[in-house]
């Protein structure tokens, strides 16, 4: 059996925290090839997001096609487009090229508050990438956004996910990192369109959770490139995640990154 291989069409984050650097190492760390086409370069570290550079339409589109004419990835993830044109411009060579096991992470703000997303994309994410995604993967405030209300309970969450489903992925994940009414406890749900799968952890006192999203769905997409179904993938993501967040690297003076390597550390215990 070959090797699997995952694309991530994401930012560069400089810091090596979240965007392509925590994808191309989580993929690493989940022994899948990784690979990735670069929407926007990002000046940041632990403190903030310093500069955004998008790239060219251009040069995004040159990156698919090189990949499309020679590497086909078994999933990909898409993370931080910016803009409607680049969003436009992504699920038109996801269409061209026929990729499948698609995770789309609605990235829209960092956790710092800058904007990873301009407001008059939400609606092209909503219409153009969507309907395209095998799994999305919203955090609180981003489910708020795509399904058009707020979040304050349990039965606000299911109908927000019913509502993002309405816009065409196969299955919604519901992260439940922003979710202050879970207390102690993070739950994750998985809706597939008739029933909600819980996948609950311990939270971590931390704030060194930059990048946390993206390597979630950076995770999601290795072990679907391997093939696993989204539950199955979901049980070692969760493990990948915790592990990652409990194992602190102490770098930087603010919000550090997670931990990729920390699952090594799991496996010997
Ligand atoms: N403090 C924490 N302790 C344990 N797990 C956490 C913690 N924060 C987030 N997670 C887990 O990390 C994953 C990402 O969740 P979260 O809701 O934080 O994503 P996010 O807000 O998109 O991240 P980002 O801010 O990087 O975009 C989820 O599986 C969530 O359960
Ligand atoms: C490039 C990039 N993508 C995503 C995020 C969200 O964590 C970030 N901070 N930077």
């Known amino acids: 059996m070959g090797v699997k291989k995952a694309l991530t069409i994401a930012g560069s984050d400089c810091g090596g925290g979240a965007g392509i650097q925590a994808d191309i190492k989580t993929f690493q760390e989940l022994e899948v090839y990784g690979m990735s086409a670069i929407t926007a370069i990002t000046a940041q570290n632990t403190l903030g997001v310093q500069g955004v550079y998008p790239m060219s339409l251009e040069a995004i589109e040159e990156q698919l ?58 609606e092209a994410l909503r219409t153009h990438l969507l309907p395209l995604a095998y799994v999305v993967t919203p955090n609180v405030p981003e489910a708020e956004v795509l399904a058009e209300m707020k979040i304050e309970s349990l ?18 994940v519901m992260k439940g990192g922003h979710a202050t009414y879970q207390g102690d406890t993070i739950i994750d749900y998985v809706y597939d369109g008739s029933e909600f799968v819980a996948f609950e952890s311990k939270r971590v006192e931390s704030i060194q959770t930059h ?59």
Request: proline share 3%; with cysteine; glycine share 10%.
């Open 65 to 122: 096609n090189s990949i499309g004419a020679d590497l086909t990835p078994e999933a990909l993830k898409t993370g931080m487009l910016f803009n409607s044109e680049i969003i436009t411009l992504v699920a038109r060579k996801i269409n061209e090229f026929g990729w499948g096991r698609v995770v789309v992470d609605p990235v829209m703000i960092a956790k710092g508050g800058a904007t990873l997303l301009q407001q008059e994309a939400v």
């Open 155 to 172: 039965d606000d969450y299911k109908e927000a996910a019913e509502r993002i489903r309405a816009l065409g992925p196969t299955y919604v």
């Open 211 to 269: 990048g946390s999203g993206c390597t979630f769905a950076a995770a999601l997409t290795a072990e679907l490139a391997k093939g696993n179904s989204v539950n199955v993938a979901m049980r070692r993501v969760k493990q990948f995640i915790q592990s990652a967040i409990e194992n602190e690297l102490n770098i930087g003076s603010g919000h550090g990154p997670t931990n990729h390597f920390a699952h090594r550390l799991v496996h010997v215990k």
